[in-house]
């Protein structure tokens, strides 16, 4: 059972290591920064054994990708087309699955500026987003019944904004008037997005 669970683990090495190789070419062997992904179009080469599990966990063949800065690397080549999600260099394209979001939103901060509050989202992957009009907020109705909040972070790509920045966002929400219907929402870098109607979170225990 050892030496099968040994070959088992070589395979998943081996193909990463192909993986790898392939996104850091495609990549220029840059960890930080983003390739031009939205300007490669390279056939579809099937589809790859990995997945993204809701928790933000890469899967290779079934097992948790453990390596930080490989996780990185493959997110920079991440696209999503026609809800799809697929990892694209500039010759091939493989399609992975996604559980929920791509990415998850575990840290925020609050600023301000001429237009007011600011918010900014550490993904993770280590990227920094700032919530502004091109990269919004939207919220969904969870499992439980309640809100589930999404940031924007590029090109359809979003990242799940985790249970305890919820409550955070909740506790900085703001009543505005929106198509004159009062409604609770965040408001950020002079955009506001709008979480529930006001009358509901103000009824909500």
């Not at 390739?35 to 079934?62: E, K, Q």
Request: hydrophobic share 40%; glycine share 10%.
């Amino acid at each position: 059972m050892a030496k099968q669970g040994q070959m088992a683990q070589g395979k998943i090495n081996a193909g990463l290591e192909g993986l790898t190789t392939a996104a850091t070419q495609a990549t220029g062997g840059k960890v930080r920064g983003l390739p031009p992904v939205h300007l490669w179009n390279p056939p579809f080469c099937g589809d790859l054994d990995m997945r993204i599990a809701s928790d933000g966990t890469w899967y290779y063949l079934g097992s948790p990708i453990g390596r930080v800065a490989l996780v990185r690397l493959f997110s920079t080549i991440l696209k999503r087309e026609d809800g799809k999600h697929f990892l694209v260099t500039p010759v091939e394209k493989v399609g992975i699955t996604v559980d929920d979001a791509p990415f998850l939103a575990v840290e925020m901060e609050k600023q301000a500026d001429e237009s007011g509050p600011r918010l900014r989202f550490r993904t993770n992957v280590d990227d920094w987003v700032d919530c502004d009009a091109d990269h919004r907020l939207r919220f969904e109705t969870a499992a439980d019944g309640g809100l589930m909040p999404y940031l924007h972070v590029r090109a359809d790509l979003w990242a799940k904004v985790t249970r305890a920045l919820y409550y955070d966002l909740v506790d900085i929400g703001e009543e505005r008037v929106v198509d004159g219907k009062p409604m609770f929402g965040i408001a950020s870098a002079g955009a506001f997005f709008a979480m529930a109607d006001a009358e509901q979170m103000r009824e909500a225990p």
